[in-house]
Structures are given as structure tokens and as C-alpha cells.
């Protein structure tokens, strides 16, 4: 059985921050990579970041990208998510999401194996 957990999330000021966190428990030493993932309403979920267990390569989406940063705790089964200058457009729910298998590509929210109840991250103008 497999957990994630996210916390982290709130109403913040436009050009503040906020840190994500996402626990996992359970068959953790079988993950290969881990993201990050938003949906906001009205829309369909899309990738913000990845990382990889092994190296600890990371992956952004362009919208974040020089604002967001995706970390990893393997001692902790933890993932952070670090966004400065947010924007009104970066609220959304924020979903931790894990998959078992090396695959190519971490983009595609259908390639994970397992996901998070998610966090609500409101950002106001």
C-alpha cells in the first residue's frame, strides 16, 4: 500500500511564496521518479515538475520554470515544492504523484502509478 501526502498549500499574496510537501509511505523504495502536478478549475491537469530518484534530475514545465523548485528527502520519502513569485495563474489543487518504472518521459500524469489527495494553492492579485 502506498501513501502520498501533500501539505503545504494556502492563500498567498501575488510574488509570495509557499513550500509543498508530499510523504510518501508504504513500497517507496520502488519509485523511480516523483512530480508534481496542477489542475485548476475548468482545466485539465498538467505537469509542473519531476525528479528522478536516481542522479536527481529535475524537470519543469515552461510556465514555472526559474520559479519553481522540485527537491527530493530520500532518507525522508519526501518531495518539496519551492515556488517563489507565484502568480494568480499558478493557483490551483497540486498533486504529488509517483511511478514505479523508468519511463522516458515524465510529462504525461497517465504514465504515474500512484498520486496524492492534493493541495489547494490560491494565489490572490
Known amino acids: 500500500q502506498v501513501q502520498l501526502v501533500e501539505s503545504g498549500g494556502g492563500l498567498v499574496q501575488a510574488g509570495g511564496s509557499l513550500r509543498l510537501s508530499c510523504a510518501a509511505s508504504?513500497?517507496?523504495?520502488?519509485?523511480?521518479?516523483m512530480g508534481w502536478f496542477r489542475q485548476a478549475p475548468g482545466k485539465e491537469r498538467e505537469f509542473v515538475a519531476a525528479i528522478r530518484r536516481s542522479g536527481g534530475y529535475t524537470y519543469y514545465a515552461d510556465p514555472v520554470k526559474g520559479r519553481f523548485t522540485i527537491s527530493g528527502d530520500n532518507a525522508k520519502n519526501t518531495v518539496y515544492l519551492q515556488m517563489n513569485s507565484l502568480k494568480p495563474e499558478d493557483t490551483a489543487v497540486y498533486y504529488c504523484?509517483?511511478?514505479?518504472?523508468?519511463?522516458?518521459?515524465?510529462?504525461?500524469?497517465?504514465?504515474?502509478?500512484?498520486w496524492g489527495q492534493g493541495t489547494q494553492v490560491t494565489v490572490s492579485s
Open positions: 508504504g513500497r517507496t523504495f520502488s519509485f523511480q521518479a
Open positions: 504523484a509517483a511511478v514505479n518504472n523508468y519511463i522516458y518521459t515524465l510529462y504525461p500524469a497517465e504514465l504515474y502509478d500512484y
